[in-house]
T-cell receptor
Framework: KQEVTQIPAALSVPEGENLVLNCSFTDSAIYNLQWFRQDPGKGLTSLLLIQSSQREQTSGRLNASLDKSSGRSTLYIAASQPGDSATYLCAVRGSSNTGKLIFGQGTTLQVKP | DAGVIQSPRHEVTEMGQEVTLRCKPISGHNSLFWYRQTMMRGLELLIYFNNNVPIDDSGMPEDRFSAKMPNASFSTLKIQPSEPRDSAVYFC????????????FGPGTRLTVL
């Protein structure tokens, strides 16, 4: 059974810092991995999607990497801003035969001005 | 596009009452997902549909929960009878199969069962 873990559960950093959020999964046979952002009281917004054949994806100040063999992904946020404060969740899709996503518990990030 | 639309946004009901949550997916999307989010269990998939057909309902907690998708633009999640432990935020998401594979989430329905 696939399990997804995110560490740390919470993180507080001063504005301008570069930071890394971690995601690990127990079954390396995944189809893809996504990183989402969730603001308080809101739904999830997809940030980056990495296919199993890819090593990384970039969007603006965000960079996500995937090491399937070790069951790990990282989300790198450069030059953090207060507006980055949110909960970040990673989710894995097991195969092309299922649309089911397994989510981690998330990392709640606070960027202080 | 208006995005995924869910109603109601908030629902407070008493134990034993029937609750119906509604979702309108993004036009043209052929997959629809119902999730439940709680502090204890995080975000869990309850059921998902492809082309209006239920594909995986293994996450539906018990027979009190049922979901339907009568057409491509509407889905319901029903809880009957409701219990306090059903209190959670329920999200609907939709997706179109293709290169991006991204799910688009609605704003959620916050359910409180007293």
């Amino acid at each position: 059974k696939q399990e997804v873990t995110q560490i740390p559960a919470a993180l507080s950093v001063p504005e301008g810092e570069n930071l890394v959020l971690n995601c690990s999964f127990t079954d390396s046979a995944i189809y893809n991995l996504q990183w989402f952002r969730q603001d308080p009281g809101k739904g999830l917004t997809s940030l980056l999607l990495i296919q199993s054949s890819q090593r990384e994806q970039t969007s603006g100040r965000l960079n996500a990497s995937l090491d399937k063999s070790s069951g790990r992904s990282t989300l790198y946020i450069a030059a953090s801003q207060p507006g980055d404060s949110a909960t970040y969740l990673c989710a894995v899709r097991g195969s092309s035969n299922t649309g089911k996503l397994i989510f981690g518990q998330g990392t709640t990030l606070q960027v202080k001005p | 596009d208006a995005g995924v639309i869910q109603s109601p946004r908030h629902e407070v009901t008493e134990m034993g009452q029937e609750v119906t949550l509604r979702c309108k997916p993004i036009s043209g999307h052929n997959s629809l997902f119902w999730y439940r989010q709680t502090m204890m269990r995080g975000l869990e998939l309850l059921i998902y549909f492809n082309n209006n057909v239920p594909i995986d309902d293994s996450g539906m907690p018990e027979d009190r929960f049922s979901a339907k998708m009568p057409n491509a633009s509407f889905s319901t999640l029903k809880i009957q009878p409701s219990e306090p432990r059903d209190s959670a935020v329920y999200f609907c998401a939709s997706r179109t199969s293709g290169v991006t594979d991204t799910q688009y989430f609605g704003p959620g329905t916050r359910l409180t069962v007293l």
